[in-house]
């Protein structure tokens, strides 16, 4: 089992790459993207490769511990938020996770968790159907050890404290999933959207 025994998926996220770049969300080979190929295995970019120049040669398959298929090569560091995630909810299709600015300053700037309402694009979230529901969004502090980082994340999962498909980490990023990469996409663009929403009325002072 290689990445060339799934073209179509190794295209989605190349092009998915190349989207984000240009929209300076993975700067500096940062973020990672993943999609399930089975019930134990994801196609997921390869440490650092850059995100926006992204090739089919840059992806690799792992097992849901985080194993390489072919052992030469190296996922992600953060393979093992993606790998939770898949493990929670065999739902998930797709898990993307950029790095923009504006993410990686709101993060900063709130709490541990913080209410997204009032805006049309939470539509753009799975199950929102209104500009009035009120949806929270967990922040989780960063860490280098990403094993605990998904520990903490599925603990919050179990816990019930994951309502929204995406979070935040303190200073790094969101990361968001979907049932396929097209409906992750959708929710990143969304959630980036909101940030920026957010982070635009912070500056103007706005509660
Ligand atoms: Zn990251």
Known sequence: MTP???PADAQVLCELGQLFGERGWCRATSG????????NHCLITQSGREKS?????DLMICDFR???IDKQQRPSAETPVHTCLYKLDAGIGAVLHTHSVTA?????A??????????EMQKALRGTSSHEAVLTMRNFDNDQDMVALA??????????LLNVPGFMIKGHGLYAWGKDAAEARRHVEGFEFLFECLWQELLAGHP
Do not use: H, M, Y
Request: glycine share 12%; aromatic share 12%; net charge negative.
């Open 53 to 57: 120049r992204l090739i089919p040669d």
């Open 151 to 160: 520990a903490r994340i599925g603990k919050a999962w179990i816990d019930g």
């Open 104 to 108: 990686t300053v709101l993060s900063r």
């Open 4 to 6: 060339d025994n799934f």
């Open 110 to 119: 709130i709490g541990a968790e913080f209410d997204l309402t009032g805006f």
């Open 66 to 68: 985080g194993q390489a």
């Open 32 to 39: 990672n993207f993943s999609v399930r190929i089975d019930d």
